[in-house]
């Protein structure tokens, strides 16, 4: 499968929901995550990215408008030794704490499925950054209801061999709809450029500028475990 242009696939749909992107910087030094929040209810575009301490939190930007919290505001990423965990919802938790319990990644999330968002049942996408000493790789997954059936949850987990400038993209919804159709298929292969604040600012014009809430960007040295991070919200 050949490298899509990440830019003009989100260009081109007006509502992918969430979305995660894990990959290699072009140098093959740095690992490389973004993570995206769109929204189209007031309580959903009500938010801001705050980081916390290694990571990442959701929070109401005008708390007195927040009517519903329950699927609104969580940890998108924790940091768990040289583990770094992307989540578009409180399976962050459930992930870190399975690790830490002796669980790989797919075995954490077995005890979870999609979003209990009745008609949508948004799918449940995460992501983990390895570095290790045998060297870097990633893994995703996504939880979802087939085809729009509650009765069945579909879990499907992918693990990578990073290659310099390339990554993966997966996000929540194909395209906008009512109800929100799921994503479907792999994750797409996807360019990743060597800049961070070039990758930032070109994701969040990408974005479209009605629906787009807020962006996450982290760069990690493999060598070390140092990082670069950019967050922008579109409330400030």
Known sequence: MQLSDLYEELRSNAYPG???????????????????????SENSRNRIFVEDKDGLRTQAFDPSRMKDPSLIIYSPVRVLGSD??????????TIYEGIKAGLTFEESLRSREFEPDSPNYTPRISGILHLQEEGYAYEMSILKSRRGNPQACDRYTFRYSPLPSEGHFIHTYQQDGNPLPS????????SVPDGIDE??????????????????????????????????????
């Not at 969430?18 to 995550?33: E, M, N, Q, W, Y």
């Not at 770094?84 to 938790?93: A, E, L, M, S």
């Not at 994503?183 to 996807?190: A, Q, Y």
């Not at 982290?218 to 579109?234: M, P, Q």
């Open 183 to 190: 994503f479907e298929g792999e994750p797409t292969p996807v």
């Open 84 to 93: 770094t965990i992307v989540t578009n919802g409180d399976q962050t938790d």
């Open 18 to 40: 969430r979305g995660i992107v894990i990959g290699l910087s072009p140098d093959g030094t740095k690992a490389v995550t973004a993570y995206f929040i769109m929204g189209r």
């Open 199 to 236: 990758f930032a600012e070109k994701l969040w014009d990408s974005l479209n500028p009605d629906n787009k809430v807020s962006l996450f960007v982290r760069y990690i040295s493999i060598a070390n475990g140092s990082f670069e991070t950019r967050i922008l919200n579109k409330n400030r």
